[in-house]
């Protein structure tokens, strides 16, 4: 017996682009609800695929959203405007609610925030006591290789460590880094120019 083919759910991608400027307030909403669920279910699919834990339902991530962003997508869907707008700084993603939260890396009802991006992009910062991964490390040395400080960040940073002594750990890693190595020509110039100048600003101090 042959059944007839079940009909199309259309997708939330097919709902936003039948929203014109003579859609209803109940069409309009109806689209940002299709596309509030394809969100959810895109940023469960990503925390999951990065191995974090997720226990938020469907019902728990649309009482993250308030009104107000409820409001103000619903006014960017009814200008056509709600992909630009959700892709833009000022968009709404489903995200963690503070560093605390994204560490641990378990997402339910209270450590999730529904949040613009920019506020998002905070929350994941690296923060004190972080340590890069060796993979972020690769990443960082590549980025810098072959790039030089310019002279107002090389002030910048003789600035920030003028001042600062160097604990007895770090000048043992220094010295036995340093051991062996034979200094060039011109290394050694550039030290004896720095010193003499060193030694000029003290008698002129005097």
């Known amino acids: 017996m042959n059944y007839p083919p079940k009909p199309q759910k259309a997708s939330a991608q097919d709902i936003i682009r039948n929203i014109n400027k003579r859609s209803d307030p109940a069409e309009i909403a109806a689209a940002v609800d299709a596309a509030l669920r394809a969100q959810y279910e895109n940023a469960i699919a990503y925390q999951r695929l990065k191995g974090r834990t997720v226990n938020l339902t469907e019902a728990e991530f649309f009482a993250l959203i308030t009104p107000s962003r409820r409001k103000r997508m619903e006014k960017a869907m009814a200008e056509r405007k709600f992909e630009r707008f959700m892709k833009s700084n000022y968009g709404y993603v489903l995200t963690w609610k503070n560093r605390k939260a994204y560490k641990e890396g378990v997402m339910d009802a209270n450590t999730a925030a529904y949040l613009n991006r ?28 072959g790039k030089k ?16 002594a160097r604990d007895e750990e770090t000048r043992a890693a220094i010295s036995a ?29 005097k």
């Not at 994941?124 to 990443?139: C, K, M, R, V, W």
């Not at 310019?150 to 001042?163: E, L, N, Q």
């Open 118 to 145: 920019e506020d998002s992009e905070r929350a994941a910062q690296f923060g004190p006591g972080d340590t890069h991964s060796a993979e972020s490390i690769n990443l960082i040395r590549k980025a810098r290789t």
């Open 149 to 164: 400080a310019t002279d107002a960040t090389r002030h910048k940073m003789a600035a920030a460590k003028k001042g600062k």
């Open 177 to 205: 880094g340093l051991k062996g190595k034979q200094k060039s020509p011109e290394q050694i110039e550039k030290m004896r120019a720095a010193a003499k100048a060193r030694w000029a600003a003290k008698r002129e101090g």
